[in-house]
């Protein structure tokens, strides 16, 4: 009777229990596909974390795909120019290349002056010398004057730690001095194949990391810089003739003659030069301040 009884519990309990733990298990873990209808319409704009990525994987539009011509156009060439925006520098990067000019109204004074003495007497004097003076002799004169600078570049090259340049340019000056005739023939680059050195102090300034810092366009002189105005300085105390006008006062007026021989003569071997590069430029002034500019730039990359 007893385990009757017990039997008849056990039964009871299988009955009432078992249920509710189903009823209890399916409520806990719903299906996704109840999941849908649980959420009040009013609620889908701000869906609960679990649902959002059922929500989204069953609401996701599909890509458009407009034929019309116009749309496709507009976007290809907004698609260029952003190309095109990437590549071009900005007016920063630009600037960057350019040179100080904080003295510009000073500078065009100057430039228009040296502008004016060079068409009104340089010029003229060059055409004049170079109708007189064969090609090969004014290459020789210009070659005497280089010869003459020799301990300048010299002196750069060792203060740059171009001690092959230096070598070179000791070798050059025996050489030109003697078998070229006081430097009048380059006999080292024809026979020997030794080039010039080109360095200034202006050069080696800038090699040892300092910048331009803004222009100068000198009287006379021409385009410079307070860099390689410095640099000028420099140079002539490392040049010989600088120290003959110092002692003879009678050399003085021969150097001034020389240079003035030189300056004539140089201008006689580039004649048209300057005047094709005002012809072109817009602002012969900013032509001229950006030619120097990136050919000293270039000088020291070298």
């Known amino acids: 009777m007893k385990r009757v009884c017990g039997a008849y519990c056990l039964l009871m309990v299988c009955l009432l229990v078992v249920p509710g733990l189903c009823t209890a298990e399916d409520f806990l873990s719903p299906s996704s596909s109840e999941v849908s209808f649980a959420v009040p319409p009013g609620e889908m704009a701000n869906p609960a974390p679990g649902t959002v990525e059922l929500l989204e994987s069953s609401d996701t539009p599909e890509p458009s795909t407009s034929s019309d011509p116009t749309e496709s156009s507009t976007s290809s060439e907004q698609g260029e120019e952003a190309d095109q925006a990437a590549v071009e520098p900005s007016p920063t990067e630009e600037s960057a290349e350019s040179i100080a000019d904080p003295i510009e109204s000073v500078n065009r004074a100057f430039f228009h002056f040296n502008d004016k003495l060079y ?31 020799t301990p300048v570049r010299l002196v750069n090259c060792l203060l740059q730690a171009k001690f092959k340049g230096a070598g070179n340019e000791t070798v050059r000056f025996v050489v030109n001095t003697t078998l070229g005739v006081v430097g009048f023939y380059d006999f080292a680059k024809k026979q020997f194949n030794i080039e010039k050195q080109e360095a200034d102090f202006g050069q080696t300034l800038g090699i040892w990391g300092m910048g331009p810092v803004f222009y100068l366009d000198l009287p006379i ?29 009678v050399v003085g007026y021969v150097n001034t003659g020389g240079w003035i021989l030189e300056k004539i003569n ?34 020291i990359k070298k």
């Open 119 to 149: 068409f009104w007497v340089l010029k003229p004097a060059a055409t004049g010398y170079k109708a007189v003076i064969p090609e090969d002799g004014r290459i020789g004169i210009r070659n005497f004057f280089s010869n003459l600078t």
């Open 221 to 249: 002189l021409g385009p410079s810089s307070l860099r390689d105005g410095l640099g000028f300085a420099v140079d002539a105390s490392f040049n010989p003739q600088t120290y003959l006008a110092f002692y003879f006062w």
């Open 266 to 299: 140089e201008a006689s071997l580039t004649l048209g030069e300057y005047d094709s590069l005002k012809k072109a430029a817009l602002d012969p002034y900013i032509a001229v301040r950006e030619a120097y500019h990136q050919y000293r730039q270039n000088k």
